[in-house]
């Protein structure tokens, strides 16, 4: 068999035809629609994951067997069933038209084969193993481990300086607000890991897992956010300039930013600051601690005939001062789960406050300090007992406070 002739399909608005409505057509499908192409889908059935994109109309659906006619208009085929005489009718009715046709059944007998992908960014990298699938499956694992480790790909997100009327100027380079997660540096989504990989500067918060900066690129300039000095409104000031100045000098800054960046954390403030000076922005949400820390506790924030509904609120202003937006008096109204994230200093208030308004002073309780780390602690109580159990404990932040019948649900 000849080598094949490596090639990278622009398929935005042009026909693609899909024959199998099976786990292959599962499989192919997205990939498809990630690069644009109007996807006509031709099976008897569908698995409920590509049901999910016809009713969502991502593509259209003829619930029959294929036709000849069915590839009028298009430029690729895919033949995603198991059936080599059905195949081969879809592969002649191709070749007829000239049209390249990829046959999940038979390698030999298709025009085009799918090679084994990995994206990393705007870069994509298809693997042919010769006609071995599980060797180019196992040559694209070892590209991403290159890729995910930053090895081989050099300041992926880096602008190039571009020429201006006035002589040679950086273009404007942009930001991306990440979510590094709740403390396990392996919690971070794989978006925002990547970007991580290809920034110039990275501006860090204190919560942010270390062992992620530890693994920046050589000649990253690292600000730690924590540092900056001020009261908590002029740093913020400080933190919305340097994201705006050395974007605007030409690098990708990653402003990396514990659980997600827009619980509690002043993503928006920043994006906001990015907008008006003309700096692109992305955002990459991350895993909240409201959540993961109770799961890694063993507590579930909503189970099935306990809780159908949790509340997630700051504490860091105490219930009586004119500065708080919460209403504490609905809150303890509710049957739901309730999570306070940075209460430790006010639980006692907070807490007195709730069963003042009728949140029962029995309602089981929980803290988790340091949640998902090795340093993870975990204190069970009430919420009539709770704040000076976490005194006697010895319990300090960073602490996720979890009220409700949640807590010891998974117990035994």
Not at 11 to 38: E, I, N, Q, S
Request: aromatic share 4%; glycine share 12%.
């Amino acid at each position: 068999m000849s080598s094949p002739y490596p090639l990278g399909l622009r398929l935005a608005g042009l026909r693609v035809v899909v024959v199998g409505g099976g786990a292959v057509a599962t499989r192919r499908v997205p990939a498809l629609l990630d690069a644009g192409a109007d996807v006509l889908l031709v099976s008897p059935e569908l698995t409920p994951a590509l049901r999910a994109h016809v009713d969502a109309g991502r593509l259209r659906w003829e619930p029959r067997r294929f036709a000849p006619d069915d590839l009028d208009g298009a430029w690729l085929v895919q033949a995603a069933i198991d059936d080599p005489a059905a195949a081969a009718v879809v592969s002649d009715a191709a070749a007829e038209r000239r049209i390249f046709c990829v046959r999940a059944d038979d390698r030999a007998a298709a025009t085009a084969w799918t090679p084994a992908v990995t994206r990393h960014g705007p870069v994509t990298v298809a693997v042919l193993g010769g006609g071995d699938p599980r060797r180019a499956m196992s040559v694209r694992d070892a590209v991403r481990a290159l890729l995910s480790a930053g090895k081989g790909v050099e300041s992926v997100g880096q602008r190039s300086p571009v020429d201006t009327p006035g002589g040679r100027e950086p273009a404007v380079g942009r930001v991306a607000l990440v979510g590094a997660g709740p403390g396990d540096p392996e919690l971070i989504t794989v978006k925002g890991w990547r970007l991580l990989t290809e920034a110039d500067v990275v501006v860090a918060d204190r919560l942010v897992p270390g062992l992620l900066l530890d693994e920046l690129r050589a000649g990253v300039e690292l600000v730690d956010a924590s540092k900056i000095p001020y009261g908590p409104s002029r740093a913020q000031e400080e933190i919305n300039r340097i994201l705006v100045d050395r974007a605007l000098a030409g690098a990708f800054v990653v402003r990396l930013k514990g659980g997600d960046p827009y619980v509690f954390g002043r993503g928006g403030e920043e994006l906001l600051a990015c907008a008006a000076a003309g700096v692109p922005v992305t955002v990459v949400p991350g895993v909240t601690s409201s959540i993961a820390a109770p799961a890694a506790a063993g507590i579930p924030v909503t189970h099935r005939a306990v809780a159908h509904e949790f509340t997630v609120v700051s504490g860091h202003v105490p219930p009586d001062s004119p500065a708080s937006l919460v209403r504490w008096d609905a809150l303890a109204g509710l049957r739901g789960t309730l999570v306070i994230l940075m209460g430790l200093k006010n639980l006692a208030a907070i807490t007195e406050t709730l069963i003042a308004h009728g949140r029962p002073a029995q309602t089981p309780a929980a803290v988790v300090q340091e949640g998902t780390t090795g340093g993870q602690r975990v204190l069970r109580s009430t919420l009539g007992a709770v704040a000076a159990d976490v005194v006697a404990a010895g319990l300090r932040p960073p602490a996720v406070v979890v009220v409700g019948d949640v807590v010891g649900t998974l117990d035994g």
